[in-house]
């Protein structure tokens, strides 16, 4: 009885190895394109991985339905780092000993971006980053493997004192968070601030999960700013604006791109009102003129997001969509070798995408200028493009 | 005038916030009196407070009714989470029963991002949103709000733990439950009502708080350190001292934050608690034992 049972196993075994060598034997002519990826889906920066890893799975199960790349189905591998360093250098280790995969898109975060991009440098794969941090990509003489789809903070800074210079403000406070963002965001202000003749009249932090910034801001009340400055993602600048009304500050806030989203607006409330910042194109796509090249684009993510997720599209979705469009033009070109791959990520020239049009070069692997960001104010619940 | 107006603002943001570590740590102190353990479930039950509130408050836009919606709902948590995860031990050695209320706050918070999402939500303030401005400093309605609970509930839990009869037999388990057990109280009912007083009081403390700070899922975890911080350095157990202890903790960290620097708010909370545990280990108003 119980040799009839090893028997029985043995041959069933026997056939399921046969049907994974047919199996193997079928697929070898069109073996899938792999690409990683690495996202924040969950812990404090699950704002941004979660609408990433949704645009990334919609773009791709839209090219496995045409037939994939050249044949080539495409395979996603996505990791979710949690927000934390270790955990990203981590994936970008498995990734990058995973001699099948072609690039990673992620991580989410700039401090996570760093500690990948490092892994991914040495092991000559192709990284595009969708965080923020202009160190990611700059100097691009040293970040050869490195590219990134989000916009700079060094723009939005330029953007943000370019309107402030049209207004005539010259004295500003800054807020910012003491995450990552916030502190690369401070740099970029105050080394940017002299070029722009606006002087930093006060600066201070908060936590990513403080509950009252009201110390200081009665801080800040003490200097003579014309306008205040937020930097920070997630609901920590709402509480901002919050403290802002509650103490009577009525100057001019203005928020960094972190906070342009509607669930910003949603968490202000009516402290939300009049808070200028800027913003990727795709939160006021509806008010952009027909004949910007972005539009359209915007328009196909925003509806067909909306279509398959049943939550409104995030500009931090945008970052992964165009970075696997992006990629699915290099890896139509250049297949399955990184070389390849890597040179046609530096040569993409104009290409539309929900963040900007993309002008990559040897010296830009950002390929963005600060025209990437319009300047918009909340008003009455939604945004309004002001400039 | 220039040192003093600054301050009354970090005074009352320290209050507002020490209210709330108040309610926390008394939560803390009646399920230490009750049953010698630390309920590390405590911030959970704040954060279930607030965004139970918020979901009835979007079905039915009511503030009273939310605010006891989400109560009775929050107490019968409580509750339940005492009858199933607790008194089933066989072996009920505190360290056991902590451990598992750490382990019960990690599954709390974990059913809460799969309800809720990982997204905060706004509940709207109780009576409006315009400062009321108090000399140089500004006060929300809200905080007032949140000073005058905290300070109602102290009564009542005062007044129920002196004068009725329920209360003293609760304060009888806490000197000696054997000897109580031995004069007819029935302990473990006691037990179950200590956690239901308080989740109830915790999730007071969320939905309190949560106009002012927005409730998201992760919000207990940190609120829960803080109350059980204030609650070592008022005198564990004690109502005084927890009150104490809450007043104390937020007020050092609105003023460090405020006079030193703001990355050291949360470093200021627990050195406090350092403090206190090397110089008067039985906390500010603990008797000795």
């Known amino acids: 009885m119980k040799t009839k049972a090893i028997v029985a196993g043995l041959i069933l075994a026997l056939a399921g190895l046969g049907l994974i060598f047919f199996g193997c034997g079928g697929a070898k002519q069109t073996a899938p394109y792999v690409v990683g990826a690495i996202f924040s889906i969950s812990g404090p920066a699950s704002y941004l991985g979660e609408p990433e890893r949704n645009s990334l799975e919609m773009v791709a199960e839209a090219i496995n339905a045409q037939g994939g790349i050249n044949g080539h189905p495409l395979k996603l591998v996505i990791y979710d780092d949690e927000g934390d360093v270790t955990k990203a250098r981590l994936h970008a280790t498995k990734l990058a000993q995973d001699k099948d995969c072609l690039t990673v898109i992620g991580p989410s975060l700039t401090h996570t971006s760093m500690a990948a991009l490092e892994i991914t440098q040495k092991a000559k794969l192709p990284l595009i980053s ?21 916009q700079t903070d060094q723009m939005a800074v330029d953007r943000i004192y370019q309107y402030l210079q049209k207004h005539n403000l010259k004295q500003v ?11 690369a965001g401070k740099e970029q202000l105050l080394t940017l601030a002299s070029k722009y003749d606006i002087q930093v009249v006060a600066q201070e932090v908060f936590g990513e999960k403080d509950t009252d910034m009201t110390p200081q801001l009665t801080k800040l009340r003490g200097a003579p700013a014309q306008a205040v400055i937020c930097w920070g993602t997630g609901p920590a600048p709402a509480l901002v604006a919050k403290n802002m009304k509650q103490l009577g500050l009525t100057l001019p806030l203005i928020q960094s791109h972190g906070a342009a989203s509607k669930k910003f607006i949603e968490l202000a409330g009516d402290a939300g009102d009049g808070i200028i910042m800027p913003a990727g194109k795709l939160v006021i796509w509806q008010q952009l003129p027909d004949t910007d090249p972005q539009k359209a684009v915007c328009k196909e993510y925003a509806d067909k997001y909306q279509a398959k997720f049943k939550a409104p599209e995030s500009s931090f979705g945008g970052y992964a969509y165009d970075a696997i469009r992006m990629l699915n033009q290099a890896l139509t070109k250049a297949g399955s070798d990184r070389e390849k791959i890597r040179g046609e990520l530096e040569g993409l020239k104009n290409f539309v995408g929900i963040s900007g049009i993309f002008n990559m070069s040897p010296e830009d692997h950002n390929g963005l200028s600060p025209a990437a960001f319009v300047m918009v104010k909340i008003h009455n619940g939604g945004f309004q493009l002001i400039d | 005038m220039e040192i003093f107006a600054p301050f009354l603002q ?14 926390i740590a008394l939560g ?15 911030g959970e039950m704040v954060m279930l407070g607030a965004l139970c509130a918020i979901s009835i408050y979007h079905l039915a836009p009511s503030l009273p009714l939310a605010f006891a919606g989400a109560v009775v709902l929050v107490t019968c948590v409580g509750l339940v989470f005492e009858r ?12 056991v029963l902590i451990i598992i209320t750490v382990g019960g706050a990690v599954l709390i918070k974990g059913v809460a991002m799969l309800l809720w999402g990982k997204e905060a939500y706004t509940l709207p303030p109780f009576s409006g949103n315009v400062p009321i401005h108090l000399g140089p400093a500004t006060i929300l309605p809200q905080n007032l709000w949140v000073l005058g609970i905290t300070a109602i509930s102290v009564a009542a839990l005062e007044a129920f733990f002196r004068l009725t009869l329920v209360g003293k037999a609760m304060r009888a388990c806490a000197y000696n439950i054997r000897a109580a057990r031995l004069v007819g109280i029935a302990a ?10 308080s989740a109830a009081l915790g999730a007071g403390a969320g939905i309190l708080i949560a106009p002012l700070t927005l409730g998201v899922y992760d919000m207990g975890t940190m609120l829960g350190l803080k109350g059980f911080s204030a609650a070592i350095i008022g005198g564990l157990g004690s109502l005084a001292g927890g009150v104490l202890g809450g007043l104390v903790l937020g007020v050092a960290e609105a003023l460090a934050t405020g006079f030193i620097s703001s990355g050291y708010r949360d470093a200021v909370a627990f050195l406090l608690l350092l403090l206190v545990l090397f110089l008067r280990p039985q906390g500010l108003v603990g008797g000795r034992k």
């Open chain 1, 130 to 150: 969708c965080a923020a941090g202009s160190a990611i990509t700059a100097p691009a003489k040293d970040r050869v493997w490195v590219f990134k789809t989000a």
């Open chain 1, 173 to 183: 406070a800054i807020l910012t968070v003491s995450t990552g963002f916030g502190v």
């Open chain 2, 10 to 23: 970090y005074l009352i943001s320290g209050l507002t916030n020490g209210a709330i570590y108040a309610l």
């Open chain 2, 28 to 42: 803390f102190g009646i399920i230490y009196n009750a049953t010698t353990i630390i309920n590390f479930a405590q």
């Open chain 2, 84 to 95: 199933l995860a607790l008194r089933p031990v066989k072996d009920p050695s505190p360290i």
């Open chain 2, 188 to 197: 473990g009912r006691m037990v179950q009502l200590s956690f239901g007083v």
